[in-house]
């Protein structure tokens, strides 16, 4: 079993940027690919990004690309979000997720943290 707490989410306004952790224990995520997953109210879980286990492949939504970019540190078994130039739109409990597969799809997944918040004012 592996459990994974995000932090830090909070309130920024648009244009600024926020750095979410992912924070592993139970195991090692070295052997897992781990993503990053959003849900604002009202609408469904979506996909965000992830990254292979060894980190040589990173994948990311389109409305996203350019801006977040996906990291891990597997000595300090934690994985990353950095999210530059927020808009309003990305407003979300934020969600990280380890696993054996590389879906954009929550199936996909096998472990998940219980999210941090992320609210961008206009």
Avoid at 17 to 24: D, E, N, Q, V, W
Avoid at 30 to 49: D, I, L
Avoid at 106 to 112: A, G, L, N, P
Wanted: one cysteine or more.
């Amino acid at each position: 079993q592996v459990q994974l707490v995000e932090s830090g989410g909070g309130l920024v306004q648009a244009g600024g940027s926020l750095r979410l952790s992912c924070a592993a224990s139970g195991r090692t995520i070295s052997r897992y690919n781990m993503a990053w997953f959003r849900q604002a109210p009202g609408k469904e879980r979506e996909f965000v990004t992830s990254i292979s286990y060894r980190g040589g492949s990173t994948t990311y939504a389109d409305h996203v690309k350019g801006r977040f970019t996906i990291s891990r540190d597997d000595a300090k078994n934690t994985a990353y979000l950095q999210m530059n130039s927020l808009r309003p739109e990305d407003t979300a409990l934020y969600y990280c997720a380890a696993g054996y597969g590389l879906g954009r799809t929550t199936i996909s997944w096998d472990y998940w943290g219980q999210g941090t918040q992320v609210t961008v004012s206009s």
